[in-house]
Every structure is written in structure tokens, then in C-alpha cells.
């Protein structure tokens, strides 16, 4: 008999599978997977962990800019134009409550909603991407808050 | 291993310590089912490969807001579908292929595979499936070789039992018809 005609007067076709896998595809899926989906987490928890510091970075900023620019009472004389980067530290400090801003960086759940109000997403980019060439943390920041010293 | 129940591997996947856990046995539990569904729409390994790897990539976003109205081994399953649905929709765009020259397309895959092992007869077979409309393909083929029930392909599909009884039926005519041209040749 034919295979047509087994095919075409057998009520029942042909139910084996005809395809086949390369060796070992099946375990090697398991693992490929796996992996794939703990890559996934890492991922999203460096990007959450970037909105955080960024969003702090954030805060320091709009707090610096809306002391240099809104409180006019504040607005020490010591801090020139050509203030270096030190003096201007010891400036936020100075001028920053500090109690305010430690508290706001231990409790920023709202990051998401300061980040996507007060930057776009280009400042946000540039925030991070200053973060990190400095090397500076959330947890670096808040520590130097609390401990009255400085970012480094 | 043995197979653990819905409840057992979603009840594992909401506790956080073992939700790694869970979902290495929900992809050991349905890998090889799916495998082949998917396999069998888009006929080329590298390509059911990278389509089965997405399932269960969306399957571990969405586990945790699955609620249960259909079967676990039902919501992969869809999943699947529509991945491989996708994959063919977007590779006809990819490559500008008029609709009706996306079957020629999987059957010069099929002609080319390295993985296909079936005899003269089965390739007639895949053929003649080849030739038919993609939803109806995938209804013969989760009908046919996966001996699915009606109710599980119409949650899966979202189509009445009716209409899926009818696609099969016509199918069915439409293989035996291009067999037995074949035969003729």
C-alpha cells in the first residue's frame, strides 16, 4: 500500500511528529530561560534603583535652586559667583535643613511622581549619569547629611 | 518528577522565597507542550525557540496578576498563540511578504529543516496543512495532534466551539482534497 493511499482511506492521519529538537534542546531551554528571567529582575532593579538616586539628586537640586533664587533673606553673601565647589558645598549646607532633606531622601516612594514633575527625561539621564561618574549614592548622600560632612 | 496542580505552582509562585522555584517547575511543567504548539505554527526550530523563550518571559511578568479564571496550562497556551501570531505577523512585514506568500514562506522552511525527520508521508501531510488559512491551521493542528477539547481551544482562541468545529471540519476536507491532488500528480 502507498502512502497516499494510506493517507487518503485511513479515516486517521499520519499523528506522529514529524520534527525533531537538537540534543539536550529541552534542558538547555530550561536554563536558558531561567537565566533570562533573573537577568530581567537585575535589570529592573538597577533602573528602580537609578529613580531613587535620581530622584534625590533631584531634591538637592531644587532645593539649592529655590534657596538661590526664592529666599532672598537667605541668600548668603559668602557664595560669590566665582564660589569653587567647596564653598558652595559649605553654602548648601549651611543655608539646607537639613533635618528636612534627610528625611525627604529616607522617604522617597514618591521618587517616580518628583521625577517625572520636577525633570525630563534628558535631566534625569544627566542626573545619573552624574551620579555615577562621581560615584555618589543615595545612601552616601544621606550619610553625609546626617553626619554633617561632605559627598566624597 | 511529578506534576504539581495549578494551586500548588501558584501558590509557590506568591510566596517570594520560592518563586524562582515555582516558575523553573511551571517551565519544566508545559516547555515541551508548548514547544510543540508553537513549533507546529511557526514549523522552524530557531524560530519556536525564540518565540517560546518570550512566552514564558511574559509569563513571568503577567504570573503575578493571573487570577485564576482560566487554567494555568489554557493562559500559557494563549500566550503562546498570540506569540507566535505575532512572530508571523511581523516577519511578513519584516520582509514585505503579501499575505498569501507567508505559507509559501514556512513551506520552503519546512522543505529546508534540519530538524525534520518525518517520512514521505508526513511531509505530505505538512504540506497539505501549509496550505491552509493560519487560523485554521492552528485549530487542525491543536485539534488533530494535541487531541485538545473544543471548550480548552475556544478559551485559548477566543472563539465559539461552533465556529471552531466548523474550521476544523473544513480543515479536515481541505487536507484530503490536497493529498489526493498530490496523489494524482
Known sequence: ?152 | MSEYSDEQLLEMFRDKHRRYEAFDRIVRQYKVRLYWHIRKILIVHEDTDDVLQNTFEKAWKGLSAFRQEAQLFTWLYRIATNEAISFLNQKRNKDMLPWDEAEPMLMRSLQSDAYFSGDEAQLLLQKAILTLPEKQRIVFNMKYFDEMTYDAMSEILGTSVGALKASFHHAVKKIKACIERSSLQ
Open chain 1, 1 to 152: 500500500m502507498s502512502v497516499d493511499h494510506h493517507l487518503m482511506h485511513h479515516e486517521e492521519l499520519d499523528k506522529r511528529n514529524p520534527f525533531s529538537v537538537p540534543e539536550g534542546y529541552f534542558d538547555q531551554l530550561q536554563e536558558k530561560v531561567v537565566f533570562r528571567i533573573k537577568k530581567e529582575k537585575k535589570s529592573v532593579f538597577r533602573i528602580r534603583y537609578y529613580k531613587y538616586v535620581a530622584a534625590a539628586a533631584c531634591i538637592l537640586l531644587f532645593s539649592v535652586w529655590g534657596l538661590l533664587f526664592l529666599t532672598d533673606t537667605r541668600q548668603p553673601a559668602t557664595v560669590g559667583e566665582n564660589a569653587d565647589e567647596e564653598e558652595l558645598e559649605l553654602w548648601m549646607y549651611d543655608v539646607l535643613d537639613k533635618t528636612t532633606l534627610t528625611a525627604a531622601l529616607l522617604n522617597i516612594e514618591t521618587s517616580e511622581d518628583i521625577l517625572e514633575t520636577c525633570c525630563s527625561e534628558e535631566q534625569e539621564m544627566e542626573i545619573i549619569r552624574f551620579l555615577e561618574r562621581e560615584n555618589i549614592t543615595i545612601a552616601a548622600i544621606v550619610h553625609s547629611l546626617e553626619n554633617d560632612g561632605g559627598f566624597y
